[in-house]
């Protein structure tokens, strides 16, 4: 049983469409870290988000931690094809826990 | 451009076999990370080290597997004996006291 469930699992969209990331807990975290990883390789970093309700934009990716510290959302304005990946949220208490990802495909 | 290196990037090997994968961390990180990732299971930590201190292993088999950092500069995952349901990418990442882990390139294992 995944601490931290992501949805949708799968996502597929055009070029320049918009799309939402949401990972979701029962658990209170810390602090809430959003990843990208392409195949092949190694989680990369994206954000931490810290705050309660705080948003957080990193050019077209704005990212969102709950009022509760509990959830958080991804949104990504203009998808672009370089956005394809697989998409991790991890909770930190003490320790990271990551969701089981969304792998985001974005067509040409 | 600091990164995390594991070493080595792909081990086949027979059932039975000892296998050692080893990691450096990012200079002046003092957390260490094992995560194994799988189709079915996704990221499952199996160790958590801070300041060389192993401070949670639950996440992983202790009949087999062990985890150690005999210095800042390396940490080892080692399965003794190996089988092969312990076929994945193993993954080191590094971190500060901030709780963030950057992540290592992954050592693909393949127990046949």
């Known amino acids: 049983t995944q601490l931290l469930e992501q949805s949708p699992q799968f996502l597929s969209i055009q070029e320049g469409e918009n799309l939402t990331v949401y990972c979701n807990s029962s658990s209170v975290f810390s602090s809430l870290q959003w990843y990208r990883q392409e195949p092949g390789e190694g989680p990369v970093l994206l954000v931490t988000v810290v705050t309660g309700g705080e948003v957080k934009k990193l050019k077209r990716l704005t990212f969102q931690f709950g009022d509760a510290r509990k959830d958080s959302s991804l949104h990504i304005t203009a998808a672009q094809t370089g956005d394809t990946g697989l998409y991790l949220c991890?909770?930190?208490?003490?320790?990271?826990?990551f969701g089981a990802g969304t792998t985001v495909t974005v067509r040409a | 451009d600091a990164r995390v290196t594991q070493t080595p990037r792909h081990k086949v090997t027979e059932m039975g076999q000892e296998v050692t994968m080893r990691c450096q961390p990012i200079l002046g990180h003092n957390t260490v990370f094992w995560y194994r990732q799988t189709m079915m299971q996704g990221l499952e930590l199996l160790a958590y080290f801070r300041n060389r201190a192993p401070l949670d292993d639950s996440g992983m088999p202790k009949d087999r597997f062990s985890a150690e950092m005999p210095d800042a500069t390396l940490a080892t995952l080692k399965i003794q004996p190996s089988e092969p349901r312990d076929s994945a990418v193993y993954f080191c990442?590094?971190?500060?006291?901030?709780?963030?882990?950057?992540f290592g390139p992954g050592t693909r294992l393949t127990v046949t």
């Open positions: 991890a909770g930190e208490d003490y320790k990271l826990s």
């Open positions: 990442a590094s971190g500060s006291l901030q709780g963030d882990a950057y």
